[in-house]
């Protein structure tokens, strides 16, 4: 089956430092979405991404959609604590349904 | 605007007992729906999904089951709980994926299960 990979699965910086996550899925994929977790609550859609090679910005987060659309990534720039949650990935490939990553947990440190 | 509803928030479960979530949504029609299962510390892991009324896709074996018998209803269900059954169920909506809109998922608020 489709399998969806994070990386790393935790992540600690210093405030004001930058942060990636990268996700790889097995297969090729029709499209990718971003999602945040915070601690207790539930994913909260980020962003998606369709096209081959897109690059997307979001204030400090930047999401890359892969050429051969089987990975991607997220980075922020200048961690904030307001960033602290997990960060999943979603992959579809053609049907309904959406595969998520394992995630990547982030600790900010003040 | 939509909402999804989820209920119960908490529930501490025997094993060998019997379980019943359920999901509504409100304000949009034939939405897809979806169960996911969170263990602690870990991933989402997509348990069923649903595209219409009685259309029902398990993605993984296990003793769960689920049912859509409204079209904004979605339950997941189980005769018979097990320890390893422990964990945050989410239930979502979207509606139908295509490549030519955004179709995010819409997630409820979740179940915490525990099993003892």
């Known amino acids: 089956g489709q399998q969806v990979m994070q990386i790393p699965q935790y992540q600690h910086v210093q405030e004001g430092e930058d942060f990636t996550t990268y996700c790889n899925s097995s297969t090729t994929l029709s499209n990718i979405q971003w999602y945040k977790q915070r601690p207790g609550g539930h994913p909260v859609f980020l962003i998606q991404?369709?096209?081959?090679?897109e690059v997307k910005k979001q204030k400090r987060l930047t999401f890359q959609f892969g050429e051969a659309k089987k990975n991607s990534s997220l980075h922020i720039t200048a961690t904030q604590t307001t960033d602290v949650g997990t960060y999943f990935c979603?992959?579809?490939?053609?049907?309904?349904?959406?595969?998520f990553g394992t995630g990547t947990s982030l600790t900010v440190i003040p | 605007s939509q909402t999804i509803h989820q209920w119960p928030a908490t529930l501490v479960q025997p094993v060998g007992s019997p379980l019943s979530l359920e999901c509504t949504v409100e304000?949009?029609?034939?939405?897809?729906l979806y169960w996911y299962r969170q263990a602690a510390g870990r991933g989402l892991q997509l348990l069923f999904y649903?595209?219409?009324?009685?259309?029902i896709s398990s993605e993984v074996p296990q003793n769960l089951s689920a049912s859509r018998p409204q079209d904004r209803q979605f339950i997941l269900s189980s005769k018979k709980l097990l320890l390893s059954d422990s964990g945050f169920y989410l239930c979502?909506?979207?509606?139908?994926?295509?490549?030519?809109?955004?179709?995010?998922?819409?997630f409820g608020p979740g179940t915490r299960l525990t099993v003892l």
């Open positions: 979502a909506w979207s509606v139908p994926p295509t490549n030519s809109w955004v179709n995010e998922q819409f």
């Open positions: 304000g949009t029609s034939n939405p897809n």
């Open positions: 979603a992959g579809r490939s053609t049907g309904n349904q959406f595969y």
């Open positions: 649903s595209v219409g009324i009685g259309q």
């Open positions: 991404l369709v096209k081959s090679g």
